[in-house]
C-alpha cells in the first residue's frame, strides 16, 4: 500500500532562516506529488505540484520543492520563511492517474517566530 | 481558483442522534468529490470517494451504514453521520474534483468539526 512519510511534526524557525521540510513517499510506479499549506483557521490550499518534467518546481509564495525519484523524496523548500508562513503543510502523492486518490501525510506544523 | 464550502463549520450533538454535514463546489461541477477525516496530529484519512449519481466508494473500515454519502447533483454531496457516538468526534473535509476538461486538482473545504458529547 501506498504511503507518505513527513519526518518532522512540528519546526520551529525564526524569520528568515531557511525551510526545508521532508517528504518521502513508497509507491514504484508512476506518481503525481503534491504540497498543501493549511493556514490557521483555514481551508487545504495547494502550494504547488509535480506531474512530469523539471523535477524542481516552483509554487506559490516561493516555494519549491524537488522531486528525487531515486529517492522516493519531495522536500520542500523555502530559502527564507516569514511570519505569515505560520501554518500545517501536508505533502500528498496521487497514483493511478487522474483517478487516482490523493495519500496524505501526518502534516508538519511550521511555526515562524517573528 | 475554485471555492468549496462547507455547512456547518462546526456542531455539537448528543449521542445517538444523525448530523448532517453539506459540501458544495460554489464556481465549478464536480464530477467527483471526497471526504476525509482528520483527527488531530494525523493525516486526512480518505473516508469515501462519490461520483455524481452514483453510490460512494468506501474505503477499508468505514462503515457505509454510519457514513451516508449522497451525491446527487454536481456541486453538492452530503455526508451524513447516523447515530453519533463520541469517537466519531473528528474533523471531517470534504474535497471536489472536476474530471471533465483539464482542470484534475482536488479543491478543498474549509471543514466541519463535529463534537459528539
Known amino acids: 500500500a501506498q504511503s507518505v512519510s513527513q519526518h518532522n511534526h512540528h519546526v520551529i524557525l525564526s524569520e528568515a532562516a531557511s525551510l526545508e521540510l521532508g517528504c518521502n513517499y513508497s509507491?514504484?510506479?508512476?506518481?503525481?506529488l503534491f504540497w498543501y499549506v493549511q493556514y490557521p483557521g483555514q481551508h487545504l490550499q495547494l502550494l504547488l505540484k509535480y506531474f512530469s518534467g523539471d523535477p524542481l518546481v516552483k509554487g506559490i509564495k516561493g516555494f519549491e520543492a524537488e522531486f528525487i525519484k531515486s529517492k522516493f523524496s519531495f522536500n520542500l523548500r523555502k530559502p527564507s520563511v516569514q511570519w505569515s508562513d505560520t501554518a500545517e503543510y501536508f505533502c500528498a502523492v496521487k497514483s493511478g492517474g487522474s483517478q487516482g486518490n490523493l495519500i496524505f501525510g501526518k502534516g508538519t506544523k511550521l511555526s515562524v517566530k517573528p | 481558483g475554485a471555492v468549496v464550502s462547507q455547512h456547518p463549520s462546526w456542531v455539537i450533538c448528543k449521542s445517538g442522534t444523525s448530523v448532517k454535514i453539506e459540501c458544495r463546489s460554489l464556481d465549478f461541477q464536480a464530477t467527483t468529490m471526497f471526504w476525509y477525516r482528520q483527527f488531530p496530529k494525523q493525516s486526512l484519512m480518505l473516508m469515501a470517494t462519490s461520483n455524481e449519481g452514483s453510490k460512494a466508494t468506501y474505503e477499508q473500515g468505514v462503515e457505509k451504514d454510519k457514513f451516508l454519502i449522497n451525491h446527487a447533483s454536481l456541486t453538492l454531496s452530503t455526508l451524513t453521520v447516523t447515530s453519533a457516538h463520541p469517537e466519531d468526534s473528528s474533523f471531517y473535509i470534504c474535497?471536489?474534483?472536476?474530471?471533465?476538461?483539464?482542470?484534475?486538482?482536488?479543491?478543498f473545504g474549509p471543514g466541519t468539526r463535529l463534537t459528539v458529547l
Open positions: 509507491y514504484g510506479g508512476t506518481v503525481n
Open positions: 474535497s471536489a474534483r472536476d474530471l471533465r476538461g483539464s482542470r484534475n486538482e482536488q479543491f
